[in-house]
């Protein structure tokens, strides 16, 4: 059986509602209560979860929503007629569908194209549009295509959209039902839960006849396999979401007005990979697809200082929209990141290191799909030991503050203490000329100093100040 998603609740967006005055078309549940229903899901029974699920969605509905209700195989076993056309397209009385599908028994087969059927010449008689909503969890079991019968009736005239939700279907049973939903100008929902049962009506009921069609298609994939994902389309300089829709391994459609829009293509199964945004212009009478394909490469990245393995922050920036898309911290060993493919630009930012040239960007680094690119920085320094003590021996406490002798820019401080361990102090730096000021602290304040001190790549220099 397949269900719709409430996509005002799940995914925020503002879906087309009726009021009083502008009635919407009828919706007309095709309700599955063939003997498989009473399969154990959850703890629970199929047939208890889908009334339940079945009574929120219909409670969710506008209050001018008529609903009808057809069922199968509620009365009898193995007849391929146990066919009912229980409450008519009418009815606008919510309480009537909740309480006839709550009472109501599963016994029977699973004659989908006969009850197809069924509502569809309803439609014709009556000369009523409608949306058909098929409820099922299982396959025909009575050697009808309700693919045939669908497109049959479409190729008549007959004004229907058709949406089917297969629920706790496997793979390999779903071809047929794909079909007949695609002949009928809908969609198939693939609920494999509780769950995806709520999320599949709900978006069904909002997609109805009265919508328009779709005029922009997404098809996401990775690795060459189709991914189920969210598609959120809004207007540039606009926060409100117009359309939206869930590919379900398929082809997701949305409907734009003209303008120009941002949309956004999350994946939904995993992957780590983030979502991605494309921008697009619709104009009058335009019908446009996209395939996004969120295959990923790797970007092994690494730190050296002085070519020994070093201890950075790496993050990788959408050069597009500028934001952070994978971040990490290398401890001293190379790092994967598994990213979209496509340009990035890459900021180190070295630890510990101290001094003008402790960060560095790569502008553009490409990341190419199924492949490791390899990134690495190596950063240099040099150490200075500063200690401070008298012409005695005994240590002195000092606070000493580095200065770029070019720029001015203070580097960095520390205080020396009293203890061999800090006195002399070291100071691990970029390799440069630096101003250090140096002033006494406790029994021997009042002394200060200003000196300066190169420090050079991979070797160490220490001064020590005596007062």
Known sequence: MKLLITLCCVLGFSLHSYTQQDAPSPILFIYDASGSMWAQMDGQT???????VLST???NLPSNQNIGLIAYG???????????FLIDLKNSTKKNVVNTVKNMNALGKTPLARSAALAINSLKE?????TIIL?????????????????????????????IVGFGLKDGDTEQLKCAAQAGDGNYYDASNASGLNEGLT??????????DGNFSIYASKNNEAVDAWIRAKRIGEKRDIDGARTYRDTGWVYLPPGKYTIEIKPLE?????????????KEGDIKH??????????????????????????LYDISTGKVVSTTRTYGKSKILEVPAGQYRVAYQALVLKGLNVSYEYESVEVISNNTTSLNHDFESGIAMIGVQTASGELIDATVNFHDISTGKNITAARTYTSANNNPRQFLLNPGTYTIKLRTLGVHKGNSKTFTVEVKKGETITKIITF
């Open 57 to 59: 969605t219909v409670n």
């Open 135 to 163: 409820i099922t969890d299982g396959i025909e079991s009575c050697d009808g295509n309700i693919c045939a019968i669908v497109s049959e009736a479409k190729s008549d005239g007959i004004d229907f959209k058709l949406h």
């Open 270 to 282: 995993g992957s780590d990979i983030p979502s991605r945004s494309i921008t697009v212009e619709m």
């Open 290 to 315: 996209e395939n996004i394909s969120f295959d990923g490469g790797k970007l092994e990245v690494s730190a050296t200082n002085n070519s020994e393995g070093w201890d950075a922050t790496v993050k």
């Open 126 to 130: 009556s000369k009523t549009k409608a």
């Open 46 to 52: 199929k047939k208890d979860i889908a009334s339940k």
């Open 74 to 84: 509620h009365r009898k076993k193995g007849d391929c007629d146990d066919i009912e």
């Open 203 to 212: 978006e069904a009921t909002s997609q109805t006849v009265d919508e328009p």
